[in-house]
């Protein structure tokens, strides 16, 4: 297979047209190698729209949604990020090029451990991967200047946004299939959040975050 051709189409006919257009995310695209981060197995589908099987019920994002979510971000150098769902560690290496520091939370220990050797092997020293569900964040770290929540929640969990520095955002799906949309939090004040909505597109859920949390009085 010629993966740098699939990789040029990949780009072409699915992240373009996606409103993808920023140019330092496109040169990530082009030489992150996707190939290297997707289970062998499935090498020869790395490229492919859509979201590839992992363990269990599992699933990587689809590239066109871990492309959106990168050039949402604008994540800058010098900057801290947080990221809930290291799945296969593909968009923790993009992050990772651009930002100071990464701290990744993945929940399954198979999937932490394969992305944290494939992260060390492509050099990215400034990413640590844990293996903890990220519903608490890392507020031994925080704050932090970008937090993403790589697949869907029901709701954006507070103690989340709480971790944000003041100008600091967090970027996340929310919502219930068959409807979810991308959305960016940007914390203005001490109390003071500023919601846009971005894309519509669907995700999986992301473990621990399976239901909306209850009301307490």
């Keep these: 297979m010629n993966f740098e051709q699939a990789r040029f189409n990949m780009i ?4 373009r047209p996606w409103d993808v257009l920023d140019a ?7 030489s992150v190698r996707r190939e290297d981060f997707v289970p062998a197995e499935l090498r020869t589908l790395a490229f492919t729209d859509t979201e590839l ?3 269990g019920t599992r699933r990587a994002l689809a590239p066109r949604v871990e492309a959106r979510l990168l050039q949402e971000m604008q994540v800058q150098r010098g900057e801290k990020v947080l ?13 990772g090029h651009k930002a100071q520091s990464v701290v990744s939370l993945e929940a399954d220990p198979a999937l ?3 992305a944290a050797e494939k992260l060390r092997r492509a050099g990215l020293s400034n ?3 844990r293996e903890a569900d990220g519903r608490q964040g890392a507020p031994g770290e925080a704050p932090f200047d970008v937090i993403v929540l ?3 929640v029901a709701e954006l969990p507070q103690v989340l946004l709480d971790q944000l520095k003041v100008g600091g955002r967090l970027l996340g799906i929310v919502g219930d299939e068959p409807m979810m949309r991308a959305v960016q939090v940007r914390r203005v004040g001490e109390k003071e959040f500023q919601t846009t909505e971005l894309f519509d597109t669907v995700a999986q859920r ?3 975050f399976d239901s909306r949390p209850a009301f307490t009085f």
Aim: net charge negative; proline share 5%; hydrophobic share 50%.
């Design 12 to 15: 072409e006919q699915q992240i």
């Design 127 to 129: 990413v640590q991967v």
């Design 112 to 114: 932490a451990k394969a």
């Design 206 to 208: 992301l473990p621990g």
């Design 150 to 152: 790589a697949g869907s």
């Design 53 to 55: 099987p992992l363990v």
């Design 83 to 95: 990221e809930i769902g290291t799945g296969i560690g593909y968009l923790t290496a993009m992050i």
């Design 24 to 30: 330092s995310v496109l040169a990530l695209l082009s």
